[in-house]
């Protein structure tokens, strides 16, 4: 079948940027193209606090996507003391939703990037992802039980993996896939959704006319 994957990180400032893109991506094409999220983790496994140089950096990163794409982020995060930036926990749990009710996958991971951008929450820390689940509809002695499983971490490697195997360099990262023929990138980095659109409507007209 038909559609897109999707490779990005909850907590990777451009695919914040580009969230917005995705929702109206996914709001245009509908059930034809529906859309496969990849984690590619981008900081897994982090175990020391933010520098003040790494803040420094991370917060120009985000100058620029909430000036490039007019995303709302809560600064206040640069205040926090102690922070260390690992995006593990939070690729584990939009994998685990995947694994529980993959058509909330996407919901889901839009809703820990708001989360963790907009709202200043903590979205390395186990019960916020579990109280996000549940907002979500999915029983949170559920998502807990998953997200801890050995397989879940299995499965978050094998999607840290994915990208890289070939050849995902950055995110977000868009492809569009047939079973028939070749992954066509559609960008790779931010773009706005009208370059985006017609590149999708192209691809489905060129693989209609085969």
């Not at 003040?52 to 490039?68: C, D, M, N, T």
Request: aromatic content about 10%; proline content about 7%; some cysteine.
């Amino acid at each position: 079948m038909k559609h897109l994957t999707y490779y990005a990180d909850p907590m990777c400032s451009w695919c914040w940027g580009f969230a917005p893109q995705i929702d109206l991506i996914t709001l245009h094409f509908g059930e034809r193209l529906p859309v496969l999220l990849v984690m590619g983790g981008l900081r897994p496994g982090t175990t020391e606090p933010m520098t003040p140089e790494l803040k420094a950096s991370i917060r120009g990163h985000w100058e620029h996507v909430q000036e490039r794409s007019g995303q709302p982020f809560d600064f206040s995060f640069f205040d926090r003391r102690g922070f260390v930036y690992d995006t593990a926990p939070a690729c584990k749990a939009v994998v685990t939703v995947r694994t529980i009710a993959d058509k909330l996958a996407l919901q889901y991971f839009r809703s820990v990037q708001k989360a963790f951008y907009a709202d200043g929450m903590d979205v390395t820390d186990a019960e916020n992802l579990a109280r996000l689940a549940s907002e979500a509809g999915i029983v949170r002695d559920a998502f807990l039980a998953e997200f801890h499983s050995p397989e879940m971490e299995q499965a978050t490697a094998q999607d840290f993996l994915a990208g890289p195997r070939i050849g995902v360099t950055g995110y977000p990262t868009l492809l569009a896939e047939d079973p028939n023929g070749p992954p066509q990138l559609v960008t790779a980095g931010y773009r706005k959704l009208d370059d985006v659109i017609p590149a999708l409507e192209d691809w489905l007209e060129g693989e209609q006319e085969r």
